[in-house]
């Protein structure tokens, strides 16, 4: 019954709108906060995951008969070695906690270490020995789409499309006094959150705690005793103090391969990347090429857009079907748009993952429609800030989508404010 | 390799135990002294969460073996706060919202520690130079920046009191 | 030479999941003593929910924000909350944080309605007081904690939100957040045409936010999504060559450092959200989205060559002024 929240803005006198300091700002300012790699339990062993160098190919075989030799190794542990399911994701369960069957990408985890020190993990890692047959790899979106590759996943290459229609976009391109088309494209990016992916793991009384760096410790959970194959009553995840996540933290990282460890081995497990490590193997902004044809009547009122985005997800779908169908909604901008046809492409191939970044698609698509804003606008002679106020949502306006906005719309605010500010600080001045 | 005898002071107090040689300082603070305040974000030198003072001077204690940091005088995060206070710059980061994550802060505060020591009214640029070893991905630096000025004043504000 | 340009970039954002159920929930202990135990799913990883859930729960029970202790993202004690992402904590927790509040309230407010003889309506919190039709009255909370508590009343709440959406039909109608943010900034940056390097020399940032609920923290993220932003558009790329990552070290990765830090001005703009905690929409991600558009249109402004290709790099601006310079550049020309 309690599902709407409260708007009774003149509530919380004092304390709503007051720049109270951090709640665990004076543990973080005295390095008191203990993050996931401060953790230390008594007889702790250490992990570290052997990874795959190559980007696609069947795995045979795995020996790790001398690893397990090697003086202070204590387990390595395969997929074989998985109680329940071996599959995570948190849209779809397509990625292997361990391979069992294919690699799809350089840094597939293919076997877990654990070990008393540092020094047996570094000599056990190169003893283990994986048979393999390399598949040709898949490096773009479009050799992924291209009639006839090979299939990364069962189901084929395009995880998924978004597709919005609204209006008849084509008719109204003819009708327009000015059309733009241009192609952008956007680079993979790194999160690269200060503090590397890390987590402890222990059992004790049939349930397994884990204290890991993220940002969803309720998935990690769903996600662990699935793994495990055990309910979700006797799975513990403390998310430890996080040093940053901007999306990077949101899939599994060490906590099921941590999970595994401690409960196969019964002694509590501690792994924490290393950059190098955090760099290669966490998921990535989605790289886009974005085809984008804007067009407007002469008093630069938008009449259609017509957008087809492609995203890499790289070997694991991740977050990746979220963030393409995210794009394709904030497509056409923060702008009244009657006739509007968009496409988006999620698509796997053999690169690393792509999933949330800070943004979610909209980064990538804002660069492209705000370009084309001011290709309109140089096109008419028009202002920037001119064309934006024109176009910009009101309340009562539809989206894309076709959501109909009532209230707390505050483009154009926004828009008048930064122009205001910039005029104050003297960035925009006689110019204009 | 054999372990040598590791004598330093830390944060005030005398350390005495037996270190590897090709142990780095990082993994002897934080592991053989249990002062995890001190992060490591890199290991390479390139992040600055490692920050420590040594004789008074920033370093990646990540970069530094042990032997070389023997015999010196090792400031860590922890020996910044008076007993059961706070350190003008630390009640500074707290001011002026500086601090997200955390993750970088203990190296934020001795970096800029290393500077208030020696330059009690920095520059902007001399503040954004001090800091400039250390990554913060969370906070666009302008409140570390602001904190640093803020500590300034403060520090500044006491020493005219005495 | 060094030429200067300015640009334009606006943004809207969705809070919350895009189209599909993402609730939160929250449980909440108003303790014997007049403090507060909040115990939420959402894990602060910096953005600074902690302090902001717990503004909420001590502004709805009026009470100091030193009196109330948020322990988050344990599984073995709070309820879940999703995952901390789509800037949804602040609408979504914040909201089941309320909730919990109100429901531990409701039990104080009709206990002290009894004692006083008024209608729990008339009657708010504020200041470890009970007011009374906006007056205060000399009843405290924790005289009327211990009236309840002398019942056998315990005052516990619990809450959970989940933003009113649609799913997307095929061709893509339906209404997929329950609100949206908005943000529009403005850069001002300067190239030189020797090297090829940008330089931003100033962001005006506004972002519409319903409510902030803590400016400082509000400002932080803007401040630190703007700096994200600087690289997206100017610095950072995950090199690949067959799948295989060529730079995976802060040493190859380029990353704005203090540095490159220009003036930052954050402008909070507040167009309350009616069914957000106290108003309150979300930033978190916003503070980045429009900062690469802004700066590529600013980069077009001064150097009258449009880049289509992110990130813009002095080797791309180079090799563009020298095509400029015979001819062939391709300039922003109505197709
Ligand atoms: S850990 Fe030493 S500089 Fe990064
Ligand atoms: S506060 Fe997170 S890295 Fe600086």
């Not at chain 2, 001011?95 to 203990?106: L, M, N």
């Amino acid at each position: 019954m309690n599902r709407r929240g409260s708007g009774c803005l003149k509530d919380g006198p004092g304390v709503i709108g007051r720049n109270c300091r951090r709640v665990d700002g004076i543990a973080k300012v005295k390095g008191s906060a203990f993050f996931a790699a401060d953790r230390k339990i008594d007889g702790m062993l250490l992990a570290r995951v052997l990874r795959s160098r190559v980007p696609h190919a069947v795995l045979n075989k795995i020996d790790a008969r001398s690893a397990l030799e090697v003086p202070g190794v204590v387990a390595v542990y395969t997929a074989s070695d998985i109680p329940g399911e071996n599959r995570v994701g948190i849209i779809v369960k397509d990625e292997p906690v361990l391979v069992d069957d294919r690699i799809r990408r350089v840094g597939d985890a293919l076997a877990l270490v654990v070990a008393e020190s540092e020094e047996a993990l570094a000599a056990a890692l190169p003893a283990i020995k994986v048979w393999y047959e390399e598949l040709p790899g898949i490096f773009s979106p479009a050799q992924a789409m291209a009639g006839g590759a090979p299939a990364i996943h069962g189901q084929g290459n395009i995880q998924s499309v978004t597709r919005i229609v609204k209006g008849d976009a084509d008719s109204a391109l003819k009708e327009a006094r000015v059309v733009i088309s241009r192609r952008y494209t956007t680079q993979m990016v790194e999160h690269a959150y200060l503090e590397p992916e890390a987590g402890l793991a222990a059992v004790e009384d049939g349930q397994v705690t884990i204290w890991a760096s993220t940002q969803n410790p309720h998935y990690d959970r769903r996600e662990v005793a699935r793994v495990l194959g055990i309910g979700q009553n006797r799975v513990r995840v403390v998310q430890a103090p996080t040093g940053g996540g901007f999306g990077g933290k949101l899939d599994i990282s060490v906590q099921c391969l941590l999970g595994l460890a401690a409960w196969k081995s019964g002694r509590p497990v501690r792994m924490v990347y290393s950059r190098e490590e955090s760099m290669e193997f966490s998921p990535k902004r989605h790289p886009c090429v974005i085809d984008y044809t804007s067009a407007c009547d002469g008093d630069g009122r938008l009449l259609a857009v017509k957008v087809k985005i492609v995203g890499d997800t790289g070997a694991y779908a991740s977050y990746g079907p979220a963030t393409l169908k995210r794009a394709a909604v904030h497509a056409s901008g923060p702008y009244q748009v009657p006739n509007v046809f968009i496409e988006a492409y999620c698509v796997y191939t053999n690169n690393p993952t792509a999933g949330a970044m800070r943004g979610f698609g909209v980064p990538q698509v804002a660069f492209a429609h705000e370009s084309q804003m001011d290709l309109l606008a140089g096109a008419l002679g028009l202002d920037p800030f001119t064309i934006r106020l024109r176009n910009c949502f009101q309340p009562g306006s539809a989206t894309a989508t076709g959501q109909r906005l009532i209230q707390s719309v505050g483009i154009g605010q926004t828009i008048e404010q930064a122009r205001a500010g910039a005029v104050q600080l003297g960035v925009l001045g006689g110019k204009r | 390799m054999k372990p040598f005898r590791f004598t330093a002071t830390i944060n005030g107090r005398p350390v005495d135990l037996p270190v590897n040689p090709h142990r780095r300082l990082l993994d002897v603070i934080r592991d053989d002294l249990g002062l995890t305040g001190t992060k490591e974000g890199c290991g390479e030198g390139e992040c600055g969460a490692c920050t420590v003072l040594l004789n008074g001077r920033p370093v990646n204690a990540c970069l530094v073996l042990a032997p070389e940091a023997a015999g010196c005088e090792i400031t860590t995060i922890e020996g910044v706060a008076p007993e059961g206070g706070l350190h003008p710059i630390q009640e500074a980061f707290l001011e002026a919202g500086a601090v997200q994550c955390g993750y970088c802060t203990p190296g934020m505060i001795l970096a800029a520690k290393a500077l208030l020591d020696k330059d009690l009214s920095p520059t902007d640029q001399a503040i954004k130079t001090a800091v400039s070893g250390n990554l913060c991905r969370c906070t666009g630096y302008i409140k570390i920046i602001e904190a640093v000025r803020l500590a300034a004043a403060k520090l500044s504000g006491e020493g005219d009191a005495v | 030479m060094k030429k200067r340009g300015i640009g334009v970039g606006c943004m809207f954002y969705g809070i919350g999941n895009t189209g599909m159920p993402n609730p939160a929930g929250a449980f909440l202990d108003l303790t014997d003593d007049g403090t507060v135990l909040v115990l939420t799913g959402c894990a602060d990883i910096g953005q600074g929910s902690s302090t902001v859930l717990a503004q909420i729960a001590a502004g709805e029970l009026g009470v100091n924000i030193e009196d109330v202790l948020v322990v988050a993202g344990d599984t073995g004690v709070s309820p879940d909350a999703g995952a901390t992402s789509a800037s949804r904590q602040t609408y979504i927790s914040g909201n089941a944080v309320l909730l919990a509040a109100r429901q531990a309230k409701e039990v104080l407010l009709e206990e002290a309605a009894g004692i006083m003889a008024a209608a729990a309506s008339d009657l708010c919190l504020r200041d470890g007081h009970v007011w009374r039709a906006g007056e205060k009255t000399p009843l405290t909370v924790k005289e009327v904690l211990a009236a309840c508590r002398k019942k056998g009343k315990l005052t516990l709440g619990s809450g959970w939100f989940n933003p009113e959406t649609t799913g997307m039909d095929e061709t893509g109608r339906g209404a997929p957040y329950a609100t949206y943010s908005y943000a529009t900034q403005v850069a001002e940056i300067e190239v030189d045409t020797e090297t090829g390097k940008v330089s931003v020399l100033r962001l005006v940032a506004a972002h519409d936010v319903g409510r902030a609920i803590n400016p400082k923290s509000v400002e932080g993220q803007i401040e630190g999504g703007c700096l994200m932003g600087i690289g997206y558009a100017l610095l950072e790329e995950v090199k690949l060559t067959e799948g295989r990552i060529g730079n995976p070290r802060y040493a190859e990765y380029l990353l704005p450092m203090s540095l490159d830090v220009p003036e930052i001005h954050a402008i909070i703009v507040e167009e309350p959200e009616i069914t957000g905690p106290f108003g309150a929409k979300g930033v978190g991600e916003p503070a980045l989205i429009p900062t690469a558009a802004a700066i590529a249109n600013a980069v077009a402004d001064a150097l009258g060559v449009r880049f289509y290709d992110l990130p813009i790099t002095p080797e791309k601006i180079l090799a563009a002024l020298s095509a400029k310079g015979d001819g062939s550049a391709r300039m922003g020309e109505i197709t």
